[in-house]
């Protein structure tokens, strides 16, 4: 087995984010569709003989058991008894607190790696036990699938199964939202109206429908500059856009590269960073 493994780990998007309540663990019980897009962190991990070590590209991100990677790591050794190290090497790509799941993308490429390089072999529902505990979104990650319905915190994954695939613009304002301000902010819309359309999988229409956020309403009402950017992308590309997760990033959709490459044009030059992706 090698001693060395270099992945990249994709960001993601939310299309749909309804939250239902808060649990008792502290957390939010939520209805999510996740969307992996071609936007990446590279994580390489290099067998060492003991303890762990992490090293970021990105100043201000901890390097210690702060960072979901290097608990990743961690939680891994001690779940599956393992002896020997690992030094983690990330070169970031993906915007932090951005609402793009980077972080925890970046730890399930860990736990992935490290059951390789380690030469653990652990079956997927034991890895995705495992990323549980690190965070809320990192089990979508570990799933081979482009498009899934996340349940409970969003760590139960339903993959959504279709040949269907979008170009996005994502836009990244100059601020960054962390998750628990989000969330200890929301407050859930009422009724369920989408609940039965969104367990019934994919239909031709379905991904044009569902866009929805409900943590959209109280972040915009705090960072009214989110607002802003949506008008600005509506007027310059004609085109509805959403907050991705808990923010700050806003996307919108795109059936080919082509038709996003207008609203790419009439961002330059703002006060926003401009990613575009397509569906990985």
Same mark, same amino acid.
């Given at each position: 087995m090698k001693g060395t493994i270099t992945l990249a780990a994709p960001a993601k998007i939310n299309l749909f984010l309804k939250v239902i309540g808060r649990r008792r663990d502290g957390y939010h019980n939520i209805v999510t569709i996740f969307e992996k897009i071609g936007l990446y962190d590279t994580v390489t991990l290099k067998k060492a003989p003991e303890g762990i070590?992490?090293?970021?590209? %990105?100043?201000? &991100? =901890?390097?210690?058991?702060?960072? %979901?990677?290097?608990?990743?790591?961690? &939680?891994?050794?001690?779940?599956?008894?393992? /002896? +020997?190290? !690992?030094?983690? +090497?990330?070169?970031? /790509?993906? =915007? !932090?607190?951005a609402g793009l799941g980077g972080g925890s993308s970046d730890a399930a490429s860990v736990i992935s790696g490290l059951n390789k390089i380690w030469g653990i072999n652990a079956s997927l529902e034991a890895l995705i036990a495992v990323a549980a505990e690190i965070g809320s979104d990192v089990p979508f990650f570990l799933h081979d699938t482009h498009f899934a319905l996340g349940l409970g915190r969003g760590d139960k994954i339903m993959p959504i199964k279709t040949g269907r695939k979008f170009w996005h613009v994502i836009a990244k304002p100059s601020f960054s939202i962390s998750s628990k301000e989000a969330y200890d902010i929301v407050r859930p819309a009422r009724g369920d109206r989408m609940m039965p359309f969104l367990l019934k999988g994919s239909t031709p229409d379905y991904f044009d429908k569902i866009m929805y956020n409900d943590l959209e309403k109280e972040i915009i009402n705090r960072y009214p500059a989110i607002g802003r950017l949506k008008s600005l992308i509506k007027s310059i590309g004609g085109r509805e856009s959403l907050m991705s997760g808990s923010g700050s990033c !806003?996307? %919108? %959709?795109f059936n080919t590269r082509e038709e996003a490459s207008g609203l790419i044009e009439g961002l330059k030059g703002r006060d926003v960073k401009v990613f575009l992706a397509r569906t990985n």
């Open positions: 070590s992490l090293h970021c590209d %990105t100043e201000g &991100l =901890p390097h210690g058991e702060g960072n %979901t990677a290097h608990k990743a790591a961690g &939680l891994m050794k001690k779940k599956f008894g393992i /002896r +020997s190290g !690992v030094h983690i +090497s990330i070169k970031k /790509r993906i =915007p !932090v607190a !806003v996307f %919108t %959709t």
